[in-house]
């Protein structure tokens, strides 16, 4: 997550969605990571801009020590091993060589997190550039597949992004799946894909 993006109707579209999983029950202890590439500008006023738009409480978004671009290492260790979790990586997963890996998250990292609890389900926001959002979703899924065979995956899809839900567990998929299959009817096929 990047400042200067605050406020846009991306986050009322993220919030939207954590807003609905909860009312739903489909999700548990869930915590927030901004994995923000610019945490030196965050000021208490902008988390708690960040907590209203998507519809949290401001304790539910994660506290660092440590940032992406000082220690990665330690970073990931301060998050919690336990509960659902929303990573908002600036610009998605990692598949290729890039020039800011701070914008991204690594697939590895997101397995650190995943097979820390193998009930947890971890949203992953994935930016699109020029490409159909499907087909970047499924580039992602390949090139994570090569790193661990054994997960399960839904993706919510808008027109430029996609939130990605992972889990080890199939029945946490199959439950947000078949919720926004229930909740969209005959628009689902355009905005649900699932990998089980």
């Given amino acids: 997550m990047n400042l200067q993006f605050l406020g846009d109707a991306l986050d009322h579209w993220k919030g939207s969605v954590f807003e609905e999983l909860q009312k739903s029950n489909l999700l548990y202890n869930f915590k927030v990571d901004l994995l923000a590439s610019d945490a030196n500008y965050w000021q208490q006023k ?14 539910q978004i994660i506290a660092h020590q440590h940032t992406l671009q000082s220690d990665r290492k330690s970073y990931f260790q301060e998050i919690p091993g336990y509960g659902d979790l929303f990573l908002d990586p600036d610009t998605g997963i990692k598949t290729g060589s890039v020039k800011d890996e701070y914008q991204y998250l690594f697939p590895s990292e997101l397995f650190n997190l995943l097979n820390k609890d193998n009930k947890r389900l971890i949203i992953v926001y994935q930016h699109v550039r020029a490409q ?28 430029t992004v996609s939130l990605l839900f992972f889990s080890l567990d199939r029945q946490r998929i199959q439950n947000i799946t078949a919720h926004y299959r229930a909740f969209l009817g005959r628009h689902a096929d355009n905005r649900i894909g699932q990998w089980i």
């Fill in 46 to 59: 902008d988390y708690n801009i960040f907590s209203q738009l998507l519809r949290i409480f401001p304790d």
């Fill in 132 to 159: 159909k959002v499907r087909n970047r979703v499924e580039q992602v899924l390949n090139v994570l597949q090569k790193h661990q065979s054994t997960y399960f995956c839904t993706s919510y899809d808008s027109g």
